[in-house]
């Protein structure tokens, strides 16, 4: 039961590009979206998050688009640079609940 | 910036044994959680620890597995007579608090191999 969906498990993106991961979930309960960073040997890092009562949300480098009509989220990093290269985990809450996780999108910047 | 620590990074341990894994959340937080990512799967919630009581726990989380916070600081997951199939990375969490504008802040993981 894939709550969370990432379709792409990989996504190669030209340095100084944007890269646009994306994220699809399936609950209506869900309100509180987040996208976490991963490297090799390290935990999840929280990256920037969205709640439901928005549709964007902007930090830096990073941006979160939430469609709930689509049920869809995605997260645009531009320009890419070398460090962002890294497993991306959309993940997904309700109301004091758990946080339900997608499989991850492994991003590879390029020189 | 605080951070959740765990300990140990690795744990080897043979089938049917017993095996504790430690972590140190961000001290001010309330809300305390284990995570298990098998190799090639996803991050799969365990449990959600509160006010010194499991708060809610998944279905993974069996009479096999329990939580602790023995003291003001640890917060600890012991998973009695190992399984092969229990090897996995285990993520512990934390949260200021259990709201859903409060992201949870993850440490390094423990790797655990269950031989």
């Given amino acids: 039961d894939q709550q969370v969906k990432q379709n792409s498990p990989s996504l190669s993106v030209q340095e100084g590009r944007i890269s646009i991961l994306n994220c699809d979930y399936t609950n209506s ?5 987040l996208w976490y960073k991963k490297y090799p040997a390290e935990g999840p890092t929280f990256l920037i998050s969205i709640s439901s009562i928005k549709d964007k949300n902007e930090d830096g480098r990073f941006t979160v688009f ?8 995605s997260l645009h990093i531009v320009p890419s640079q070398p460090g962002d290269s890294a497993v991306y985990f959309c993940a997904a809450s309700a109301l004091n609940d758990k946080i339900i996780f997608g499989k991850g999108t492994r991003l590879h910047i390029l020189p | ?18 095996v504790i894994l430690r972590c140190v959340p961000i001290s001010n937080h309330l809300y305390f959680y284990w995570y298990r990512q098998i190799l090639g799967q996803k991050v799969e919630f365990l449990v ?3 006010n010194n009581e499991i708060s809610e726990k998944s279905e993974i989380f069996d009479d096999q597995f329990s939580v602790e916070r023995p003291d003001g600081s640890n917060f600890t997951l012991k998973i009695r007579s190992t399984k092969l199939e229990d090897s996995a990375m285990y993520f512990c969490a934390s949260s200021p608090q259990g709201l859903s504008n409060q992201p949870q802040h993850f440490g390094d993981g423990t790797r655990l191999s269950i031989l």
């Fill in chain 1, 29 to 33: 309960m869900f309100d509180y979206f």
């Fill in chain 1, 66 to 73: 939430l469609n709930k009509s689509a049920k869809h989220l």
């Fill in chain 2, 1 to 18: 910036e605080p951070e959740v620590t765990q300990t140990p990074s690795h744990q080897v341990t043979q089938m049917g044994q017993e």
């Fill in chain 2, 48 to 50: 959600s620890f509160y």
